[in-house]
């Protein structure tokens, strides 16, 4: 049996649910008798803290999943950790995915995971028993000097993982997240999802698989067992992709659970009816992905073929079947230009979400759209040591200036406010609208 410790790098003050990837994975490794447990590393936890925590545990394997925004403080933080303490440290996510070099290249960092990990981490985690180290030969596996390895097929049938281990997200009060599918079939060129489907493509005839209706329903079941279920979050890229799936298993659902549940869609993936039925079963709020207000953005830059009047009529049907609607945009996207940011700023008034995130432009590695900026010269040299925020552009663009792109995104941000304080009562005093204020103002300066 070997003990598997992941660390959550937090990257801000405030509370957010870790990363999914490694609760399938600790689940999948304590079903083959392995201890898997997490440590959540907020911002004022050192190095040495960190390793202490390792010796005191006695752990065989260090894990760390990482997004390109926890890049930067994992670069920081792994080499002063490895050097306190002997112990393999492998990274996964989409970043190492993606930028395997680079993360190999960080001292403290032994191995990347590329892709999906449950198999591959039991097979790494069964050679370090075997004290064969570095694990060569392992496919998904990439060791610091070796060549890309090998893919495994994708995990199949996906009713055969175990659910994910609870006690590695840091759920709370009764909010639970669900992931009801693997693998995106839309070419969105920004899009970490599609960067997975991807790397299969040519290997695999296909990336998506989705889960029985009761296979999920049997997973709700077991948690209002065990513990609080007060509200679902489904964290599907895209939940309405299947309507004929949707629609029976909002049935069952409604029949069993009628608990309020939130999604993600794509306007060009829902009608009325389906709207209505998922309404029907306890949706209470879907997340829309509208990024752009410019037709010729969405369709020719991000292969986004939706119109503006699909959106405003999308954003009307899910008000009329009172759930929340979310719409999300993009600033400073490469080709666009200040007259698309305007249509922006115009769709969003028109389609008057009850509540909406923008985020500047970021070149995730492996979209199209990252390669596209390296191949333009978009990218300065040193886009590795940038910061991922969302809150400033890492871009030289030939149509929008960062300060272009910065004074569009206070721009939003006034926005934010307006839209926060007319929720308001209006006996509302000075100091709730102050404290609104300064709560949009830090989340916009977090980025």
């Given at each position: 049996m070997a003990k598997v410790l992941f ?156 659910f994910m281990a609870r006690d590695m ?86 029949e069993r659970f009628h608990i309020p ?187």
């Amino acid at each position: 049996m070997a003990k598997v410790l992941f660390l959550e790098l937090d990257q801000e003050n405030e509370w957010a649910v870790a990363s999914i990837g490694p609760a399938f994975i600790a689940a999948y490794l304590r079903q083959h008798g392995h201890e898997v447990s997490l440590l959540r590393v907020p911002l004022k936890m050192s190095a040495a803290q960190v390793a202490g925590r390792i010796r005191a545990e006695g752990v065989d394997v260090l894990g760390v999943s990482l997004t390109s925004r926890q890049w930067l403080r994992a670069r920081e933080l792994m080499p002063a950790v490895r050097r306190m303490v002997d112990v393999p440290v492998i990274a996964g996510g989409l970043h190492p995915t993606f930028a395997s070099d680079v993360v190999l290249d960080t001292p403290g960092i032994d191995c990347v995971c590329l892709g999906e990990g449950e198999q591959a981490m039991l097979t790494f985690v069964e050679a370090v028993e075997r004290q064969e180290l570095p694990p060569r030969g392992i496919q998904n596996i990439r060791v610091r000097g070796d060549p890309m390895p090998t893919l495994r097929p994708p995990f199949e049938p996906i009713d055969a993982l175990p659910f994910m281990a609870r006690d590695m997200l840091d759920e709370r009060f009764g909010v639970v997240h669900i992931a009801t599918q693997r693998g995106c079939p839309y070419p969105c060129t920004y899009c970490a999802a599609r960067q997975f489907s991807d790397l299969y493509q040519g290997s695999y005839s296909s990336f998506g698989r989705r889960r029985s209706h009761e296979n999920v329903l049997d997973e709700l079941s077991h948690l209002r067992r065990h513990g609080e279920l007060n509200y679902i979050i489904f964290l599907d890229d895209t939940f309405t992709i299947h309507h004929a799936w949707v629609k029976a298993f909002c049935e069952s659902y409604a029949e069993r659970f009628h608990i309020p549940f939130s999604i993600h869609a794509r306007a060009e993936t829902v009608n009325e009816n389906l709207i209505s039925q998922m309404s029907n079963a306890g949706c209470r709020h879907i997340v829309y992905g509208v990024e752009s207000g410019s037709e010729r953005v969405r369709r020719d830059i991000l292969d986004r073929r939706v119109s503006n009047e699909r959106l405003r009529t999308v954003f009307r049907w899910t008000h009329e079947a009172g759930i929340l609607a979310t719409a999300n945009y993009m600033i400073g996207i490469p080709g666009e230009t200040k007259e698309d940011l305007e249509r922006t700023l115009a769709l969003h008034e028109e389609l008057d979400p009850d509540d909406f995130g923008y985020f500047v432009f970021y070149p995730y590695p492996g979209t199209r759209l990252f390669h596209l900026c390296k191949e333009r010269g978009y990218l300065p040299d040193n886009y590795y040591d940038l910061p991922a925020n969302h809150r400033t552009t890492i871009l030289t663009l030939p149509n929008l200036s960062a300060e272009d792109i910065e004074a569009y995104y206070r721009g939003f941000t006034e926005v934010m406010i307006r839209h926060r304080l007319k929720k308001l009562p209006s006996k509302a005093d000075s100091m709730s609208r102050k404290a609104i204020i300064d709560q949009i103002e830090r989340f916009a300066a977090q980025g």
